[in-house]
Each structure stands twice: as structure tokens, then as C-alpha cells.
């Protein structure tokens, strides 16, 4: 089963609505089963012939948070288009072409069961159970591989939010969220600090994965955030960088990392960005493990925040660099003093670009009636 629910009002779905601002509420709690995702009794029928969806790109760790926090960024993601093809056998979905940037086409299976869209897009047919009609699905990749910005998640959220979206919108964030993670967890494990903001948009929390309990942050709408990501032609593979990782760690430095934690959430439920980038730059227990990985990743550290940058780590398993801003020139400079640190200290030619946070997660972008 899976429960969603916030203080006031109550928390539903529009289907007619693929502006997915006013699903996601200000503060937003799920509470899921994972063993048992719910099925529909009936089976809906579609109300699209075709549509397309889009999933952000994420930002997870966020330094101390390791698995547990993550967040959107606007701009970058991937594009999932999805239509009834009575080619395809019912209760089926095929994969029938696969682009993007850098080598996606020739290193992503088509395989559904293979591919992180399609396992996703196989879980919501599960869930609406859907045995009447077949799909299939094309994925645009506009986020590299090994990029440590939620690549996987971003194709497995925009295939979910097709599949539910094709068929009326039918199930809730937290359906997709688990959907996603069924995902990520036969790609690149059992975390969910990528999936969740990728779907629900702007700052979330994994409160608990037995069972999974989502709690969505609200940064101030007020306030300018920008996030600088630096991407090194370099590839690290997630399973290798978690490999990388101590079994162990020392009360002292869990102390440490509980309290940034803490510090963290709390600064960006208060806007505070000097907070937040002390915060960011402060892991001691990941961080130092990865880093050494990463040519030239202490340096560019080093050069963002010196560069004016409030803080600066690793994006998820790396090898993108993050750091944060209140101003989107002053992230352009800071952009620039890190890609030089890439190629001064790292020997990589790197690219960098500043986005601001996404608050909206997955959504459709169009859609065709039937």
C-alpha cells in the first residue's frame, strides 16, 4: 500500500492538469510499502493517444546526506515520448529508439527489462494494470552517463510519469516515486535521493527506506539559488565510487555528519545560503573516499570557494563538481575558475553551466487527445 497525506488540504492528483505545480504540495509526506505496491482493480483506458514527459536533473548527497537528501536543478534532463502502438502486444512496452547526448544510444540496452526507463514504465503498467493496449517508448537522454547528476532516475521519472499521464494520471507521487526506485535499484542500487527529487521537484529528504518515507523541503520562493555543475570528461561509474566507500566509520566523524545534516536541512527550509554551502562542503565520511578519484576534484573544490562560492562538493557519486550561489554571474565566474581547475590540476576538459533549483520534479511537456 502507499499513503500519501499533508497537514491541510488534502493532497490529490489533476489528471486534466500536466502542470505538475499543483500536485506538489508545500510539504508532502509518503509513507510506502515497498514490498506491495498497490494495483488498480479496473483497468483504465487511455486518454492520450501519445505524450511527452521530462525529468530534471538531480544534485544527491548534497555533502553530508548521503543517500538520504538530494534536489532538483532546472534545464538539464531527460525527454521520454510515449504512444499507444498496436504493433506492440498488449500489456507490453517496446523501446523503439533511444538518442541524446554522448554515447546513450550505443551503451543503453532497448531491452525494457534492461533499461532504467523501461523497468519503470514496466512497474506502472503493473500498478494500473494495464493488459488491454501496448506502448511504446522513445528516450532522449539529455543527461551523460556516469554523470553523477541522476541520469538513471531522470529516464526512469519521465517513463513513469508518461505511463501514469497516457492512462489519466491515475496514481500518486509516491506510486511513481516507487516505481522509479524499482528502477534505480536494478541500475545503480537501492537509493532514492535522485529518483524522488527527479519526480517531486526541489529539496527532498529519505526519511526511512524500510518503509519508504519521503519528506518533500521547501526553499523559500523568495530567495535566488543557483547551482554551478562542472562536468569532467571523466565517467564514474556509480558502483564504482560507492565501492570506494568505508565499511566503518568513527563516532566522531557520524557526529560531524549528523549535525551538517542537520544544519543543512534546516538552512534550506530557512534560505539561508551561507548555511547551506558551510553545510554542502562539509562531509567527512564520503567525500574525503571519492574525491581522490576525481583528477583535480580537490582543486576545483578549493577554486569555487574561492572563486565566492558559498560551498562546493561532489553531485552524487561524482565526477560533477557542485556549487552554490546566490547570483548567476558570480556562478559564471565561479564556473569558470573550476573548469580551469579541471584541466590545471585534473588534466580534464570540463564544462559548466548554472541552473536554478527545479520546484516542479517530472511533468508532461505535450500531449496528444485521443
Known amino acids: 500500500m502507499a499513503l500519501c497525506y499533508q497537514a491541510t488540504p488534502p493532497f490529490k492528483l489533476n489528471s486534466a492538469s500536466t502542470n505538475w505545480s499543483s500536485r506538489t504540495p508545500l510539504s508532502l509526506r509518503c509513507n510506502l510499502s515497498v514490498p506491495s505496491p ?15 514527459s521530462f525529468a530534471p536533473a538531480t544534485v544527491a548527497n548534497l555533502g553530508p546526506g548521503f543517500d538520504f537528501l538530494g534536489c ?15 504493433h506492440v502486444h498488449p500489456g507490453e512496452i517496446s523501446i523503439s529508439d533511444i538518442t541524446g547526448v554522448g554515447n546513450s544510444s ?4 532497448k531491452n525494457p527489462l534492461w533499461n532504467c526507463a523501461g523497468i519503470a514504465a514496466i512497474s506502472v503498467m503493473k500498478m494500473l494494470s494495464i493488459r ?29 510519469v508518461a505511463v501514469n499521464e497516457i492512462f489519466g494520471g491515475l496514481l500518486s507521487v509516491s506510486d511513481l516515486v516507487l516505481a522509479g526506485l524499482e528502477s534505480e535499484s536494478k541500475v545503480s542500487g537501492y537509493h532514492a535521493d535522485n529518483v524522488a527529487p527527479a519526480i517531486m521537484g526541489g529539496f527532498v529528504l529519505i526519511r526511512s527506506y524500510d518503509p519508504l ?8 520562493s523568495e530567495k535566488d539559488l543557483f547551482f554551478v555543475l562542472v562536468n569532467p570528461e571523466f565517467e564514474a561509474p556509480t558502483k ?8 566503518e566509520i568513527t563516532m566522531s566523524h557520524h ?24 553545510a554542502l562542503s562539509s562531509d567527512k565520511i564520503v567525500e574525503p573516499r571519492r574525491a581522490p578519484l576525481i583528477p583535480g576534484m580537490e ?14 562538493t561532489i553531485s552524487g557519486a561524482g565526477p560533477t563538481a557542485v556549487a552554490i550561489t546566490d547570483n548567476e554571474d558570480k556562478g559564471r565566474e565561479i564556473g569558470d575558475r573550476m573548469v580551469e581547475a579541471f584541466m590545471d590540476v585534473g588534466k580534464l576538459k570540463a564544462v559548466a553551466s548554472v541552473r536554478k533549483l527545479d520546484r516542479l520534479g517530472a511533468r508532461l511537456v505535450s500531449s496528444i487527445p485521443r
Not at 498497490?38 to 511527452?52: G, N
Not at 564504482?240 to 565499511?247: E, G, S, V, W
Not at 560531524?256 to 558551510?278: F, H, R
Open 255 to 278: 557526529v560531524w555528519n549528523c549535525s551538517q545534516a542537520g544544519a543543512l536541512v534546516a538552512s534550506v527550509l530557512q534560505g539561508d545560503l551561507e548555511g547551506l554551502g558551510k
Open 240 to 247: 564504482k565510487m560507492r565501492a570506494a566507500l568505508p565499511q
Open 299 to 312: 582543486a576545483v573544490k578549493k577554486a569555487a570557494i574561492g572563486a565566492g562560492a558559498f560551498g562546493c
Open 213 to 220: 518515507e519521503l519528506m518533500r523541503l521547501k526553499f523559500p
Open 132 to 160: 488491454s493496449v501496448g506502448l511504446s517508448l522513445s528516450l532522449e537522454k539529455g543527461l551523460p552517463l556516469g554523470s553523477g547528476l541522476g541520469s538513471s532516475a531522470a529516464s526512469a521519472a519521465a517513463a513513469a
Open 38 to 52: 498497490k494495483t488498480l482493480a479496473v483497468e483504465p483506458q487511455p486518454v492520450f493517444t501519445s505524450v511527452r
Open 106 to 109: 550505443k551503451k543503453l540496452s
Open 72 to 86: 532538483a536543478v532546472d534545464g538539464l534532463g531527460d525527454y521520454v515520448s510515449l504512444r499507444v502502438d498496436p
